[in-house]
T-cell receptor, first 115, second 114 residues
Framework: DAGVIQSPRHEVTEMGQEVTLRCKPISGHDYLFWYRQTMMRGLELLIYFNNNVPIDDSGMPEDRFSAKMPNASFSTLKIQPSEPRDSAVYFC?????????????FGQGTRLTVV | AQSVTQPDIHITVSEGASLELRCNYSYGATPYLFWYVQSPGQGLQLLLKYFSGDTLVQGIKGFEAEFKRSQSSFNLRKPSVHWSDAAEYFCAVGAWAAGNKLTFGGGTRVLVKP
């Protein structure tokens, strides 16, 4: 398996524009997580899905952020409108319960810069 | 609520020397603990994990960690550091009932001197 795939790897956009980040989880994984990494706040969970259903979005900072998982192999994180303080690295991760252990595998991240 | 503290923001170590990174956690039940490593511009790679059993766990790249319930700690060690170990290291506690959603510590950046 190719692992968790995120696109794009880098995104530069102007303030006010809509930004869409994409994630393809590992096949067979039933949990998907979106994390954000910033210098000020470190790594923080934004939202997670189980079997394509959003379970906890309490980490989503504002209504400008939304996430969807239309099927088991694809998820998006959208920011509309974007602001400079949204600049961060956004990670997607997926996990699967093997019967004994449950490990989260991370994508390479999307570095978002809002100017 | 669960939390993770990594007291050292930066550590500088000479190549060949030993390394220990500290991690303290707060969690209301049996913790599931992890160490991840992040190289510059890269994602997070799992080094090792503790779910149960032997409190000394071995991981990849020659790393090991010891779970000490009495001290709420899960410190990471490596006997002899290589230049390629320069990276940022994150300790995390997982919520088993939530697909193992992770709460991360602030990270420790390791610099390796020749």
């Amino acid at each position: 398996d190719a692992g968790v795939i995120q696109s794009p790897r880098h995104e530069v956009t102007e303030m006010g524009q809509e930004v869409t980040l994409r994630c393809k989880p590992i096949s067979g994984h039933d949990y998907l997580f979106w994390y954000r990494q910033t210098m000020m706040r470190g790594l923080e969970l934004l939202i997670y899905f189980n079997n394509n259903v959003p379970i906890d979005d309490s980490g989503m900072p504002e209504d400008r952020f939304s996430a969807k998982m239309p099927n088991a192999s694809f998820s998006t994180l959208k920011i509309q409108p974007s602001e400079p303080r949204d600049s961060a690295v956004y990670f997607c991760a997926s996990s699967f319960f093997s019967g004994f252990e449950q490990i989260a595998f991370f994508g390479q991240g999307t570095r978002l810069t809002v100017v | 609520a669960q939390s993770v503290t990594q007291p050292d923001i930066h550590i500088t170590v000479s190549e060949g020397a030993s390394l220990e990174l500290r991690c303290n956690y707060s969690y209301g039940a049996t913790p599931y603990l992890f160490w991840y490593v992040q190289s510059p511009g890269q994602g997070l790679q799992l080094l090792l994990k503790y779910f149960s059993g032997d409190t000394l766990v071995q991981g990849i790249k020659g790393f090991e960690a010891e779970f000490k319930r009495s001290q709420s700690s899960f410190n990471l060690r490596k006997p002899s550091v290589h230049w390629s170990d320069a990276a940022e290291y994150f300790c995390a506690v997982g919520a088993w009932a939530a697909g193992n959603k992770l709460t991360f510590g602030g990270g420790t950046r390791v610099l390796v001197k020749p």
